[in-house]
C-alpha cells in the first residue's frame, strides 16, 4: 500500500469496542488466537499495529502489538483503564505498569492506547524510554465537541513528550456508542498536520521525514478499514526532530456532526442486527420527522416504512404534515387508525373501569395501541421499529411504557428537544423533506382534546438547559436556581427525572451524542429514597 | 439496649447499597454531613459503627466509623473494592491501604469491610496491627447457597487473623439485588456461635467474654433495624483468647431461601417504590401460579388483582385453574377476554398485512392486547405490574417485547423452570395454592391451537442444565457438548440466548437469586458478531 511500512488500527480491533462480557468468556480467547495466527500468516511487506485483548498468568491485558513478518516484535499494555462514564476497564482488565518503545525503521516509537495519553505522565515515561514518535490507538466514543477536546489533551501529551504523535480511532456504532473516527496527526510543534473525516472510514497516509535532512524524507500511510483508524509508515533517518505530514480533513459543524452521528449510530445498529429496514410511527410532529429523515439518510429510503395511526384527537394538519415528510423523502407510507383498537380495549376494559373517571390511562392505551401496531409490521416485515422520543422526553418520563417507547432503538434518546429543531433546520438545508408548519406548531402528543406538551412541561426552552444541569453537569436544584432559574419549575424537574428511572431502564438503546446520556452512562437505581428537593416544594 | 457497648451497622449504612451514581451527586455529600452531625447529636451511651460514602481529599472512600460520645474515634477504609459480577465500586471508591484497630472496652478490635474479608492478608493485617477481634460490615447480596460460601471465607480469615470475626450483613431489596442478611458470629476455633435469620431483620446480642477469666465476661448486642445487622458489646479482661456467644437461627432449606428472597424483593421493590398493589396476569400456567403466591405473600392477598385474559386458544382447564388459583390465595380477580381486542388490531392491520400468511406476529398481537390491558388496570389503580416470565425463558427470548413482558418487575427472572416448579411445590406444602394439575400438564403459551413450550424449546430438564452451563459458567457449546449433551440442542439453545440479548435489555429488573442473573451481572453487547457456534450448524 503506496509501500507503507506500517498500518495502525484502533483499539480492541480484534474485538471492537467495548466487548463487555464476552470478555468472560474463554471461548473468546481461542477465536483470538485463530485470528492472531491468520493475520501473520496472510499479512507481508508491512507491519501491522493490532489491539487485542491478551490473557497472561498476570492477568488480562487491554493491549497491541507490532506484527512483522508473521512475528510480534513489541507488545504493549494499556496502564490506565477508565472506569468511569461508560467505561468499565477495570472489570477486565489489569494495568500495564511499562513503556513500550519499537525501531520503526529507524525511528524509536513508543504505544500507547487511548486513555493512556490523557494521563499526566505517559508521554514523558514514553520519552525516558526514548521515544522519538508517539502513536497512540483508540476506541474513543464521540460526544458533542470531544474532537476539540481531543486535540488539547493530544497537544499537552506532544508538549510532554516533546514529539509528534499519530492518534487513530475506531469509526463506527455499537448498542449505545458511536466512535467518530476523526483520527489525526500532531506534530511536535502542537500543531494538527492531518485529520481524517469524522464518521467515515478513511486512509490517511502519513509521510514522516527528518528536519535535520529533509531529503530522507518518505512515506507514511494512515490507513482505516471499516472500523479501524490510522496507519503510517516511515523510513528516515533517525533525526532530533521529526516532520509528519498528511491531509487535514473539513471539520464539521455542531449540527453536521450531530447529525452525521445519529445517521452513523441508525445505521450500524440496524444493518450490524440483521435487520431489513426500519418502521418508524411519524405523528406530524418534530421528532418523528427528524427520525424519518435519520432513518432514510441511514438506510436509504426504500428501507424504511412511515406509519401513520391517527386517532380522534389528531389534527388533519399533522396527517397532512406526516404524508408530506414521507413523500419529500421518498418513504412509503401507511394509515392505519388506532380508533377500532382503542374502542375494543377500552370496551374491554370498561366493566373493571366501571364508575372511574378517564384520566391518563385512555391516553396511554392510544399510545400503546400505536405500538402494537407498529411491533405487529416489525414482526411481519423483519424491520425494526425506531422510536422517536427525545431526551427531554425521556428526562421527564414524557412517554409511555410498550406504547411510544415500543421499538428496537431509539434515534433520538440523547437529542434535547431544542437540539431536534436545530438538527431539523441543518437536515432542511441540504434539501427540504421537514414542512415549515412543523417547526412553527406547539408540540403536543394529541392524545386528548387541544393537548400541547406545555400541559405537563414547562417550556422547552427553560426546561433543556435545566436538564442539562441537573442529568448532565449532576448540578443540584440549589444550584440550578442561583443561576437563574425558578424554583418551582426547577424542583418539578428534577422530581421528573428523580421518578423516572424505571421507564428509563425499560427503553430502547439510542445513540450517545452528549457527555452523559442516559444508559450505561449515568447509572441511578430505581428504588431509591434519595431526594434533593426535600419533601415538600 | 440490654447496656450494649456498641451497635454495628451493615456496610454504607446511610446511603444503602449500592447507591450507583447518586455517588457522583455533590448534593449527597451535604445531606450525608447532616445525618453524621446529628447521629453524633442524638445517640448517647452506646458506640455506633456506621457505614458511609467519605470524601476526602485524596478520594472517595467507602467507610466505616465508630461514633462514641458524638465524636468519631476510629474511621477504616475498605481496601479491597469489587469491581466484578454486579459490583462496581472501582467506579466509584479509591481503597484504604491499611488496618483500623480501635480499643472496644479493652479489646483491641478491627474494623473491616465486606470484600476485605475475601481476600487474604486482610486478617494477618489485623493480627499484625494488634486486633483480637474483626467486626465485619457488609451488604453482601443474596444467592443461593452463598450463606455456605460466606461462612466457609469466613472460617478462613478467622484461621489467618486467630481472631473471632462478628459479620453484619444487610436485609432488604433494591431493584435486582436483595440482600439476605443472615448475619453470624464466628469463634476463633471457627465455629459459628450467632446466626441471624435470614431475610428477617433482627437484634442479634453477642456476648463476649475472656476464655482466661469467664467471670469478667459482659453482654454483648448484635442489632439489626430495617437494613442493618448486628451489633456486639463487650467488657471483659483482655485476653488471649475471646469466647463469643449468641443465638443460633434456623438455617432454611434451597427452597425456603429463595422463595423468601423472591417475597423479600417483591415486597421491597413494590412498598420502596410507593405502589398500592400488584396487578398479575393468570394464565393457569406454573408461573403466573407462582408468581401470585409470592405476591400474595409479600403484599396481602388483598393488595393484588389477579387478571385472566382468555383467547380462543385458552382451554377451560386454564381458566379454571387460574380462577382456583386466585380463590385458594383470596384474591380478587377480573376476566376480560382479549378476542375483541384482537380482532380489532388484525382488522386494523389486515389491510397492510393483505396477502401474508399469519405467523408469531399474530401471537405477538395476542401477548402484546394482555400487556396493554394490565398497563391499563396498572395505570388506573396505581398497582404495579408483575410479569411471570421465568429466566429459561429470559435466556431464550421466548416471551413478547411489550407483551407478557410488560410490566415493572418480574420476579421469576433469576428462576429457571425446573426451579419454578420445586417453589411451586414448596410454597404448596405450606399451604395448597396451586392445583395440582398445572404441574402436570405441559407448559402452553397457548397463542396457537394445541401449542407447547416444547414445540420451540428443549424440554426444560434438558434446557434448563445446558441455560445453567451457558449463562451462569461461560462454558463453550464444546464443553456442554463434551459433558453429555447432543450438539444441535446445544447450538440451539446458544443461539436463542444469544440473538435474544435485546430483549432482555427491555426486561424489567428482577430478583437475583443465582450466581449470575441476567441484568447488571451479565453486560452483553446487543450488536455483536460474536458467536461461539460458528455459521453453520
Known sequence: MKEADIVLFPELTLTSYPPEDLLLRKGLYTQLDVAMARIGREVHDIDLLVGYPR?????????????????????????????YSVFDEKRYFVPGDRACVFDLRGIPTALSICEDIWVHGTAFQAKAAGARLMLNINASPYHLGKMHTREEILRAAVREGRMPVIYVNLVGGQDELVFDGASMVMQASGEVVARCPEFREALQLVEVSSAADP?????????????????SLSRPEAASTLLLRGELSHVPTAEESAYMALVTGVRDYVRKNGFKGAVI???????????????????????IEAVLMPSRYTAQMSIDDARAEAAALGVHYHIISIEQAFNA???????VFAGLK????????????????????????????????????????YATLYGDMAGGFAPLKDVPKMLVYRLAEYRNQRGAVIPKRVFERPPSAE???????????????????????????????EEI?????????????ARMVDRNEYKRRQAAPGVRISPRAFGRDRRYPITSGYSEIGTRD
Do not use: W
Not at 401496531?373 to 421527564?396: D, H, P, R, Y
Open 358 to 397: 378517564p384520566d391518563v390511562t385512555e391516553e396511554n392505551i392510544q399510545a400503546r395501541c400505536r405500538g402494537v401496531i407498529l411491533m405487529a409490521i416489525s414482526n411481519k416485515t423483519g424491520k425494526i421499529v425506531l422510536t422517536t422520543g427525545n431526551k427531554s422526553e425521556m428526562a421527564c418520563g
Open 215 to 231: 531529503r530522507l524524507e518518505s512515506p507514511a500511510v494512515a490507513s482505516s478499514a471499516r472500523e479501524s483508524g490510522d496507519a
Open 345 to 351: 380495549l377500552t370496551d374491554s376494559l370498561a366493566p
Open 55 to 83: 490473557r497472561t498468568a498476570a492477568g488480562l491485558y487491554n493491549a497491541c502489538s507490532v506484527i512483522r513478518h508473521g512475528r510480534i516484535i513489541a507488545t504493549y499494555h494499556k496502564q490506565h483503564l477508565p472506569n
Open 481 to 493: 436556581i442561583a443561576a437563574g432559574f425558578e424554583a418551582q419549575t426547577v424542583k418539578r424537574v
Open 281 to 303: 410511527g411519524v405523528s406530524g410532529g418534530i421528532d418523528s420527522a427528524l427520525t424519518l429523515a435519520i432513518a432514510a439518510d441511514a438506510l436509504g429510503a426504500d428501507q
Open 447 to 477: 392524545l386528548r382534546p387541544d393537548q400541547k406538551d406545555e400541559d405537563s412541561l414547562p417550556p422547552y426552552p427553560i426546561l433543556d438547559p435545566i436538564l442539562e444541569r441537573y442529568v448532565e453537569h449532576d448540578q443540584t436544584p
